[in-house]
């Protein structure tokens, strides 16, 4: 993840509200050697692919759309699936 600390490498981060909180909507793990996804990222990761499997469901998308959607969630799989596997479930009981 990203951080408004590493300013020198991205000067984007300059402008972020709060220095403590990744930028990641500037986060491209699967091309950036410095990222750091683990165990505690794969919630967020998982929302954004759930969210971008619902968009690609919507009837009225293009083609070019369609084919945005189904690459970036290759891209959020590919960094689901560096992160490993989900931790088991707590069974009540």
């Given at each position: 993840?990203?951080?408004?600390s590493?300013?020198?490498?991205?000067?984007?981060?300059?402008?972020?509200?709060?220095?403590?909180?990744?930028?990641?909507?500037l986060?491209?793990?699967?091309?950036?050697?410095?990222?750091?996804?683990?165990a505690?990222?794969?919630?967020?990761?998982?929302?954004?692919?759930?969210?971008?499997?619902?968009?690609?469901r919507?009837?009225?998308?293009s083609?070019?759309q369609?084919?945005?959607?189904?690459?970036?969630?290759?891209?959020?799989?590919?960094?689901?699936?560096?992160?490993?596997?989900?931790?088991?479930?707590a069974n009540?009981?």
């Amino acid at each position: 993840m990203l951080l408004r600390s590493r300013h020198r490498a991205l000067p984007q981060a300059r402008d972020h509200p709060d220095p403590k909180q990744p930028l990641t909507a500037l986060c491209e793990p699967t091309r950036c050697p410095n990222a750091c996804i683990t165990a505690r990222h794969r919630p967020a990761w998982e929302r954004a692919a759930d969210d971008a499997r619902a968009l690609l469901r919507e009837r009225r998308l293009s083609d070019l759309q369609r084919h945005a959607l189904a690459t970036e969630i290759n891209r959020l799989t590919t960094v689901i699936d560096a992160i490993g596997p989900a931790p088991p479930e707590a069974n009540p009981g």
